[in-house]
C-alpha cells in the first residue's frame, strides 16, 4: 500500500531562506506526485505534480521539486521564501483503488521576517 | 464555474442531527472525490465518484455517511445522527475523468462543528 511521510511537522525560516521541504514515499507502482498549499481557512492549491518524464519539477510561486526514485524522495525546494509562503503544505501520492490521493500529515511552514 | 464550490462554507449542529454537505465540482469533471480533514486524523478519503457512480463506499467512517452524486454534477454528503468526533473540514475535489496524472481540484471546505 502506498503511504507518505513528511519529516518535521513545522519548519520556520527567515524571509530570504532557502525553504526545505521533506517528503518520502512508498509505493509499489510508479508514482504520481503532489505537492498542495493550504493557505488559512481555505481548500488545497496544486504547487506542482511528478507524473513521468522529467524528475526536477516546476511549480508556482517559485517552487520545484525533484523526484529520485532511488531515495523514495519527492521533497519540495523554494530559493527564497517570502512572508506569503507561510501555509501548510502537503505531500500526496496517488493510491488507492479508487485513485484518491494519499496524504502527508503536513508541514506547517512559518516565514519569519 | 470556475472553481469547485461547496455549501455550506460552515456548519453546527448537536448532536444526533443529520446535516448535508454539498459540492458543486468544475463543470464537465467526471470523477468527483470527497475527503474530510481533521487533527486527529490528517486527511482521509472518503468516497470517490465516476459520474454518478460510487463503486466502493468502504472508505465512508460509519453507516452514519452516506453520499450520492446525481446528473453527474452536484454530490451530497449526508451525515445522519452526528456525534462529536464527526467535526472535522469536508473537502471536495474534481477532476476531468479520474486518471491518474490528473490534478485533483479541491473546493474551499466545509467546517463541520458538532456540539
Known amino acids: 500500500a502506498q503511504s507518505v511521510t513528511q519529516l518535521g511537522s513545522h519548519v520556520s525560516v527567515s524571509e530570504g531562506a532557502l525553504v526545505l521541504l521533506r517528503c518520502n514515499y512508498s509505493?509499489?507502482?510508479?508514482?504520481?506526485l503532489f505537492w498542495y498549499v493550504q493557505y488559512p481557512n481555505q481548500g488545497l492549491q496544486l504547487l506542482l505534480k511528478y507524473t513521468t518524464g522529467a524528475t526536477l519539477v516546476k511549480g508556482i510561486n517559485g517552487f520545484e521539486a525533484e523526484f529520485k526514485k532511488s531515495e523514495t524522495s519527492f521533497h519540495l525546494t523554494k530559493p527564497s521564501a517570502h512572508m506569503s509562503d507561510a501555509a501548510e503544505y502537503f505531500c500526496a501520492v496517488r493510491g488507492g483503488s479508487q485513485g484518491n490521493l494519499i496524504f502527508g500529515k503536513g508541514t506547517k511552514l512559518s516565514v519569519k521576517p | 464555474g470556475a472553481g469547485v464550490s461547496q455549501s455550506p462554507s460552515n456548519k453546527v449542529t448537536e448532536k444526533g442531527k443529520d446535516v448535508e454537505l454539498r459540492c458543486d465540482p468544475i463543470?464537465?469533471?467526471?470523477?468527483l472525490y470527497w475527503y474530510r480533514q481533521s487533527l486527529g486524523q490528517g486527511l482521509e478519503f472518503l468516497i470517490y465518484?465516476?459520474?454518478?457512480?460510487?463503486?466502493?463506499k468502504s472508505g465512508l467512517p460509519s453507516d452514519r455517511f452516506s453520499a450520492e452524486r446525481t446528473g453527474g454534477s452536484v454530490s451530497t454528503l449526508t451525515i445522519q445522527r452526528t456525534q462529536q468526533e464527526d467535526s472535522a473540514v469536508y473537502l471536495c475535489?474534481?477532476?476531468?475523468?479520474?486518471?491518474?496524472?490528473?490534478?485533483?481540484?479541491f473546493g474551499p471546505g466545509t467546517r463541520l462543528l458538532v456540539l
Open positions: 465518484f465516476q459520474g454518478n457512480s460510487a463503486p466502493d
Open positions: 509505493s509499489s507502482v510508479p508514482p504520481y
Open positions: 463543470s464537465g469533471h467526471t470523477a
Open positions: 475535489a474534481s477532476s476531468l475523468l479520474g486518471r491518474g496524472e490528473e490534478t485533483q481540484y
